[in-house]
């Protein structure tokens, strides 16, 4: 890697640096998960197998046998590690270390990726492309923070690309040894999300059409894949306590149901989700040398695979941006390879040139801003209110903690909060702020859990507040709003009335 990083370009290496320093704010600050799904159907089922919850407080995908169980044996082995060393069960210790496991596999993707340029033929400046967009990518950081299906499987997709094809594009080049290699990946980015099957139809429709692999290959490649689809077989028998096929459950929900619980969104709904997940400006930069890479790489087995997965994507009924966060892995290279040199390089119009600088330098300093805001940003407030709460609990000994009723450290969308909750937390429900004054007594001690605006109370002079998930500087400047208001958590110890 040092002889690597010794050949760079100084941009490349500034770029990446960039990119490096914001991962590691990403670990101390983008806590959370950036959708349930993250939480009660990885944690909540660790929890299950941890004896933390029951049968009934699970998601209704447990009961469908409609998930892997490699993400929650995962946490559940960590689970019992960590234990060995601290006594007892921790579930932020636990949770901190995914979140570091994660960033550090997303680190190393990122690494592969840009080693990957030499093979797809980078010139100079396509490079230095390559090196900006994995370093001041503002997704990344955010991505590779959290322990999530979409996470782990864009990241063992790039594994099993560099793989693949890290001898070469050409046909004399691949290694069959590799191949198995990236047959292995290939099959844990499915195991982690069933979805990514669909760039690997792309990129077997490669190898078909353009008759670029040997029989032994592609024979390892597939062997690799089999060896890992029948060791999760033993994996999902012990989530569940019994032998299934949870691919079969979960397409047979996605693909052949009519009548989906999600409702039905229209075929080009990515479009303005993208935009919007993006940022519209930014975005619409990304989105056009996307466009463009695609229509100049039509042989690139990249294009393939991003070109099957977002079109099946786009098929389905049910549309959220996360479904598409495996497919932003592999966009980099793939803009890269795309975007023409001369695009980059000095003009002989000395006005058109300086124009075309000025708006790289705005690009650069407008990415440099948004990649901080983001590794600075949780994705959810409320695993940091749940901690705060914790280490409360581990001072003071056991509290009564008022809760809002179906949200926050009860519960969320209906599913139980179990994984954080901690030992000696004595709860007490409150639908309303009349209601939650009526519980109190005079002298009683505890805690007040909030969720939402709230803006009046409770007064200052009553209770202390112990954690806002909303700093001083988001409270007073141009980004609070209703995101920040509506996701809001704060938590008040209580004083004598």
């Known amino acids: ?60 995908e ?170 999760a077989g033993f994996v999902d028998h012990w989530l569940y306590d019994t032998w299934c096929f949870p691919p079969i459950n979960y397409f047979n929900e996605v693909l052949f149901k009519t009548d989906s619980m999600f409702g039905s969104n229209p ?19 990304f989105l056009i040398l996307l466009i463009l890479a695609i229509f100049r790489n039509p042989k690139n087995p990249l294009t393939w695979m991003f070109i099957a997965f977002v079109l099946v994507h786009n098929l389905l009924d049910h549309k959220e941006m996360r479904f598409l966060f495996p497919a932003i892995y592999v966009t980099p290279l793939l803009i890269a390879a795309g975007l023409p040199e001369s695009l980059l390089q000095r003009g002989k119009d000395s006005f058109l040139t300086a124009l075309k600088f000025t708006l790289l330098a705005v690009i650069v300093f407008v990415s440099c801003l948004k990649s901080i805001a983001c590794s600075t940003t949780y994705a959810s407030p409320d695993v940091d209110a749940f901690r705060t709460i914790s280490n409360y609990i581990d001072k003071k000994g056991p509290q009564l903690v008022y809760c809002p009723y179906d949200i926050g450290y009860v519960m969320a969308h209906y599913y139980e909060f179990r994984f954080f909750r901690k030992q000696g937390a004595i709860l007490r429900f409150y639908s309303n702020d009349n209601q939650l004054k009526a519980q109190i007594k005079n002298g009683q001690k505890g805690l007040i859990l909030v969720w939402g605006e709230h803006t009046e ?39 004598a009335l």
């Open 62 to 231: 447990y009961p469908a046998h409609m998930r892997p169980g490699l993400q929650p044996f995962i946490v559940y082995g960590l689970a019992n590690f960590t234990r060995v060393f601290t006594g007892e069960f921790n579930a932020f210790l636990v949770s901190d270390c995914l979140r570091a496991i994660s960033l550090l596999f997303g680190c190393i993707s990122i690494w592969l990726l840009h080693r990957l340029s030499g093979i797809f033929r980078l010139h100079k400046n396509q490079s230095i492309l390559l090196a900006f967009l994995l370093g001041l990518g503002w997704f990344f950081p955010y991505l590779h923070a959290r322990f999530s299906s979409e996470n782990f499987s864009g990241i063992f997709l790039i594994f099993a690309i560099y793989f693949a094809f890290r001898k070469g594009l050409e046909r004399n080049n691949f290694s069959a040894q590799d191949w198995f290699y990236s047959g292995l990946c290939w099959g844990l980015a499915f195991e982690f999300r069933f979805q990514i099957g669909f760039a690997a139809i792309g990129f077997l429709g490669w190898i078909l059409f353009y008759k670029r692999v040997t029989l032994k290959p592609f024979l390892l490649l597939l062997l690799g894949g089999s060896i890992i689809l029948a060791g």
């Open 457 to 495: 109370w409770p007064a200052k002079r009553t209770f202390r507040l112990i954690y806002d998930s909303m700093s001083a500087w988001q409270n007073n400047n141009y980004l609070r709003g209703a995101k920040w208001n509506r996701d809001r958590y704060r938590l008040y110890e209580i004083g």
């Open 1 to 60: 890697m040092k002889r690597w990083f010794s050949q760079l370009n100084p941009a490349e290496r500034l770029f990446l640096l960039w990119g490096l320093c914001m991962h590691v704010l990403a670990f101390f600050y983008a806590t959370g998960y950036q959708h349930g799904d993250e939480h009660f159907q990885i944690m909540e089922f660790a929890a299950y197998k941890l004896n933390l919850c029951t049968y009934e407080s699970l998601a209704w």
């Open 267 to 285: 075929w080009y709904d990515f479009l303005p989700l993208g935009l919007n997940w993006l940022g519209l400006s930014l975005g619409a930069v």
